[in-house]
Each structure stands twice: as C-alpha cells, then as structure tokens.
C-alpha cells in the first residue's frame, strides 16, 4: 500500500538555526499538507498546498515558515530561525482531492530545538 | 470560526463498548473524520462521515448529525490495543480541504 514518507524522523537543532524537513507523498496525490502537533497538545493546521502554490495558512504559519515543492515528489517545510516553541512532532500528508477522500498522513519528523 | 470539543479521557474495560463524543461547529463542513493516535505516532485513519447516520467499520462505528453538530465513535468488544488518544477532526473547504483536529479522548482500557 503507498504511504506518505518523511525525513528525518527526529532532528535536533540548535535555536536560530534553519530546518528542512522533507516529505514524499503519494504519487497520484494532488494536495499536499503541514501540521504539527506540539507534545501533549492537539494536532494543528499550518498549511495546505496545491497546484505548486500555497492554498491556505493557519496564523501559526508566520514568515519564518516556507514550504515547496522541488520536484515532482518531494514537499519540504523550511523553518528559517527556529525557535525554542518551534519544537514539535511535524507532519506531513497528502490526499487524492476527491470530496470523499480521506487524508494520509506521514509518520512525522520529530523536530527538538535547543 | 472553527470549534470541537470531545472528552479529555475515558476508561473502559476490556471487552465492553465505548463511545466517545465529539461536537463540533464549522463554517464549512465538508465531512467528519476519526483517527487513532498512539503516543509518538502519526494519526491512522479510522472513519468518516459526511452525511447523516451510522458508518460501521468491523468494531468500530461513526454516527454524524448535521444538524446538531455532533458526532460520535462506538468502539465494541475493546481490547487492550485500543488504548490511545481518538481525535475527532473536521474538515473544512474554504479552499484547501484542510482538517481542524479536537484535542484528542485519552481511552484508556483496563482488564
């Protein structure tokens, strides 16, 4: 069965410093997403991203975040200065676009910024 | 604005019924879902709704109400596997399909 994929599963940075995290959705997907989901809290919404552009953005996603898509498989989310709060399970996911279809999310990259 | 509520935590014995509530309020609804999270885990799909009633899935079964802004899972014949965090999220399309989580039902199963 295809899976949404991510890399690293956990990175350690220090504060101030970039990140990249690095996803790879399902082939036929047309819709590709970020959330993160701080320890003990709920998952939340950062952005959704379709058609090469930027669909919507929650308020979390500030000027510090940046997402693209290189090529024809990878999504990545670019965190420019990471903060102390950046500190996160981050994940990404992907779905078909039809209205019944259900999202498939990656098993998340571990984000810890000292 | 969006807005979902569901119980922080249950405890329920191994082999009975649970279910677990959620209400929700959207401005533009475009289905309900269920997943599964166990800790440090990604969400796994369980259910969705998106018209009124009852959807079973093996001992699993999602009810949706419109109207009442209200869902809730059935979880029969538990077992203890099914300790784990049940988050009911919305989906909502005001352009992205992007899905708004509650914060999750710690289930707890005991024998």
């Known amino acids: 069965e295809p899976e949404v994929t991510q890399t690293p599963s956990h990175q350690v940075t220090q504060m101030g410093q970039e990140v990249i995290l690095r996803c790879v959705p399902i082939?036929?997907?047309?819709?590709f997403y970020w959330y993160r989901q701080i320890l003990g809290q709920k998952v939340e919404f950062l952005v959704s991203?379709?058609?090469?552009?930027?669909?919507?953005k929650s308020e979390i996603f500030d000027d510090q975040f940046s997402v693209e898509r290189p090529d024809g498989s990878n999504f990545t989310l670019k965190i420019r200065s990471t903060k102390l709060e950046d500190s996160a399970m981050y994940f990404c996911?992907?779905?078909?676009?039809?209205?019944?279809?259900?999202?498939?999310f990656g098993p998340g990259t571990r984000l810890t910024v000292l | 604005g969006q807005n979902i509520d569901q119980p922080t935590e249950m405890t329920a014995t191994e082999g009975a019924i649970v279910q677990i509530n959620c209400t929700y309020q959207?401005?533009?609804?475009?289905?309900l879902f269920w997943y599964q999270q166990h800790a440090g885990e990604a969400p796994t799909f369980l259910s969705y709704?998106?018209?009124?009633g009852l959807e079973e899935k093996g001992r699993f079964s999602s009810f949706l109400s419109r109207s009442k802004g209200y869902s809730y899972l059935l979880l029969k014949e538990l077992q203890m596997k099914d300790s784990a965090s049940y988050l009911c999220?919305?989906?909502?399309?005001?352009?992205?399909?992007?899905?708004?989580f509650g914060a999750g039902t710690r289930l707890f199963v005991k024998a």
């Open positions: 996911a992907s779905l078909v676009g039809s209205v019944s279809d259900t999202q498939y």
């Open positions: 082939s036929n997907h047309l819709y």
């Open positions: 991203f379709y058609n090469n552009e930027i669909s919507e």
């Open positions: 959207t401005s533009g609804f475009n289905g």
């Open positions: 709704n998106v018209l009124d």
């Open positions: 999220a919305v989906r909502d399309y005001t352009g992205g399909f992007k899905t708004i």
